[in-house]
């Protein structure tokens, strides 16, 4: 029942690449792979909306990705993915429950204001649920990187079993030997890697620095960054952490002691205490991405609420029972003051998932924006910015977030301000407060 036909494609530079498919009844399922791939923009045209990578349930994938520079001359693009997510069936001559996972990417050189592809290629995986002995599938793809340059990684996913794809893009930075991608943080307890970089005191963890456990480790410790941004109508932006940190000592024999981290903020780890670059690590407290507590709750309220109102409410022993009086304060009608609360609430717990940095998410410029606003209507990418936009014609409005080099994160952008940019920010916010979620347009 099953055809295993390898097709060559033409490589950048004459070099070329066996990509092999694994077809179901001829070239059926072929064809849908490369109609999945042009839609969700390994083909893409230039300017090509992608606002969907904001948009939460577009797909049930969720692979999550780490680059590891474990040399000057191997890097390695390492994905996690949990089995639930991914379709199973037995439509096989053994009757196993099998999944079909096509991983598509595109390594681009960035050089000054433009891009030269570097590398690409695709990756079949026959997931088998019988054989899954973890909580996750990782696998592992050789990048062909050159140690001093900088590139952005196009990714796309594709579970060929349920005819869905998801895209993502990270950057990928090899100009030292001393920055991010050349650490790899291990659960101790599972001995698998750590995908996300945002963790509390129950995790035990240990690093390694280019496929060795060194003996000694630097921590510089900052304390979380609490700030949020500014309205986009002012012109000034929240400021970020500056190059001292609050406390630095030294971890010896690192090899063999696991590290927890108990206090909030951020935490980077390096072997050079002369260099300001390394592994950063993030405590945001417990139930992060999730908004659980009351202080989770009550403190995005400040993009509603002015600074007297915002310290009224936070100096309320009821902090849970202020948050309710506040969304039923905007509405005489309860059901509708659950109705923006779930809205509300979800677009911080993804501002969290999309956008967290040195920072959690929904205290970023572009969380900001996602919390008022919601998903862009449009969205296009470059190399240095982001360009949302909300509505059409006349009411159009449009956002710019430049990309920020940040020893922290990959994930910084800054939203491009100016006093004479329309923005409908004190519209917005009086249209939450009438008890009316804000829409641009027909959105």
């Not at 998903?375 to 910015?385: A, V």
């Amino acid at each position: 029942m099953y055809e295993k036909i390898t097709i060559f494609i033409p490589k950048y530079e004459r070099l070329r690449r066996v990509i092999t498919f694994i077809i179901t009844g001829g070239v059926l399922l072929a064809i849908l792979s490369r109609c999945v791939v042009e839609q969700y923009g390994i083909l893409r045209k230039k300017n090509r909306n992608l606002s969907y990578l904001y948009i939460p349930g577009r797909s049930p994938l969720r692979p999550q990705y780490q680059v590891y520079h474990s040399t000057d001359s191997l890097s390695l693009l390492r994905m996690s993915i949990v089995p639930n997510q991914l379709l199973f069936n037995q439509a096989n001559e053994e009757g196993n429950y099998l999944s079909f996972l096509d991983i598509h990417f595109r390594l681009f050189r960035i050089m000054r204001n433009k891009t030269m592809l570097a590398d690409s290629g695709k990756v079949h995986y026959t997931v088998n649920l019988k054989n899954i002995k973890r909580k996750t599938v990782e696998k592992n793809i050789l990048l062909h990187c050159t140690f001093g340059e900088k590139y952005i990684l196009e990714v796309i996913a594709i579970d060929r079993v349920r005819k869905t794809a998801v895209q993502n893009f990270l950057y990928v930075d090899k100009r030292t030997c001393y920055s991010m991608q050349n650490y790899m943080v291990i659960d101790v307890k599972t001995r698998q890697q750590v995908f996300s970089y945002v963790v509390d005191s129950s995790k035990a963890m240990k690093i390694v620095y280019r496929d060795q456990q060194p003996h000694d480790f630097y921590v510089r410790y900052f304390r979380p960054d609490t700030l949020i941004p500014p309205p986009p109508n002012m012109a000034i932006s929240a400021p970020v952490p500056g190059d001292k940190p609050d406390s630095i000592w030294k971890i010896t024999r690192f090899d063999t002691v696991p590290i927890r981290l108990y206090r909030k903020g951020i935490y980077q780890f390096s072997i050079d205490s002369t260099v300001k670059e390394g592994v950063s690590l993030f405590n945001f407290g417990p139930h992060y991405p999730g908004i659980i507590t009351p202080d989770q709750l009550a403190e995005p309220l400040a993009y509603l609420l002015n600074k007297s109102e915002m310290m009224t409410l936070m100096k309320q022993p009821g902090r849970k029972l202020a948050v309710d009086k506040f969304w039923l304060g905007t509405t005489d009608n309860v059901e509708k003051a659950r109705e923006l609360i779930r809205i509300y609430y979800n677009r911080v717990y993804y501002a969290n998932i999309f956008f967290t940095s040195y920072k959690e998410g929904w205290r970023t410029d572009r969380g900001m924006i996602y919390l008022i606003y919601g998903p862009p209507d449009d969205l296009t990418k470059s190399i240095k910015q982001e360009v949302w936009s909300y509505g059409e014609g006349d009411s159009k409005i449009s956002f710019k977030f430049k990309k920020i080099d940040n020893p922290f994160s990959l994930n910084v952008y800054r939203l491009i301000r100016g006093e004479a940019i329309e923005t409908r920010w004190v519209e917005a916010v009086r249209t939450w407060r009438q008890g009316n979620v804000f829409v641009i347009g027909n959105k």
